[in-house]
């Protein structure tokens, strides 16, 4: 997809939240240009959507989403963050 126009990431974040539909809220968050998928039982797809695997992270414990650190458990603000609120 090409996105040299000034909607773009409307047209995008509506377009992800097409394909995921039966997903958002369970097991993926779409947020701008940045989605989460947090849980999949298989990496196969049908809607032919390809990732650019040097943006992509797999099999990990936690990730830093938007200001949240994020694990299977819990998910709270990063600290990092409050520090730079702070200042």
């Given at each position: ?25 369970k ?23 390809f ?37």
């Amino acid at each position: 997809m090409l996105f040299d126009r000034t909607n773009a990431s409307n047209t995008f974040v509506r377009f992800m939240s097409h394909v995921f539909r039966n997903c958002i809220g369970k097991i993926v968050v779409v947020y701008f240009d940045d989605i989460l998928v947090y849980s999949f039982k298989t990496f196969e797809g049908k809607n032919q959507l390809f990732a650019n695997i040097d943006k992509c992270t797999f099999c990990i414990d936690s990730v830093i989403f938007l200001v949240f650190i994020v694990n299977k458990n819990e998910f709270h603000v990063d600290p990092d963050k409050i520090k730079v609120i702070e200042e």
